[in-house]
């Protein structure tokens, strides 16, 4: 694969047969844009400078879905995936269909004899303060379901009004200078600032048989110079 996409094409889905965008060379002056599309392909290694940008084919309307054809190699991948897949025999439970149905959350002593699939684990919502010790008491604010607020949890305690002291934890990708102390409790937590969630690798991306195939970028954006060098 030449050059990742950014994240915002993977909500962009396929369509041979009526794209609207098409993926071209940027001209932006933030980059050192098309004059690098002029030198020897060694030149390019390891540089920054080329930016790629998806614009309009036709005039699109407004609500209508963006379209990008992700070119005939990828659609080849996809027969081919279609013909042989077969479901996965493993069962997946999937953490929203779960919370949807629950009223109240298992605490790890209730989770020993009756737990959770393996896939799910408990989250919390909490504006954690390093300044603020632990015990800490849980509190209403503005944001408070963002997501840079979700961390994960281990309920320790349920109340008989459904109020909840938990253990809050780390992200597994969190910076050390937002590191949760270890045992660190907040009490009087609401039972909506608390969802059952996939753990970390266990969406359905991440299942052994799902689809995978990089979206193709058109031969002709590329100099017939960088062609067949093989």
Not at 193 to 203: E, G, N, P
Request: include cysteine.
């Amino acid at each position: 694969l030449f050059f990742p996409y950014a994240t915002t094409v993977n909500l962009i889905n396929h369509s041979g047969k009526k794209p609207n965008v098409r993926v071209q060379w940027s001209d932006t002056r933030l980059h050192y844009g098309k004059s690098l599309l002029e030198k020897p392909l060694e030149h390019v290694y390891n540089r920054n400078g080329l930016l790629m940008e998806l614009v309009a084919i036709r005039d699109i309307e407004e609500g209508e879905e963006i379209l990008l054809d992700y070119g005939e190699d990828w659609v080849t991948a996809w027969k081919r995936h279609v013909r042989w897949w077969v479901a996965d025999k493993s069962i997946h439970q999937y953490a929203h269909n779960i919370h949807e149905e629950v009223k109240f959350i298992r605490t790890e002593a209730e989770q020993m004899s009756t737990p959770y699939p393996d896939n799910i684990r408990t989250t919390c919502y909490f504006a954690f303060r390093p300044n603020v010790p632990s015990p800490a008491q849980w509190n209403l604010e503005n944001g408070i379901n963002e997501f840079k607020n979700l961390y994960p949890c281990r309920v320790m305690q349920r109340s008989e009004d459904n109020l909840y002291t938990v253990e809050i934890l780390n992200k597994e990708t969190v910076g050390k200078k937002a590191s949760i102390p270890l045992g660190y409790v907040v009490t009087s937590v609401p039972f909506q600032a608390i969802r059952l969630d996939d753990k970390l690798r266990t969406s359905d991306q991440q299942l052994r048989n799902v689809f995978r195939h990089e979206i193709g970028i058109p031969d002709d954006i590329f100099p017939q110079s960088w062609k067949d060098l093989v």
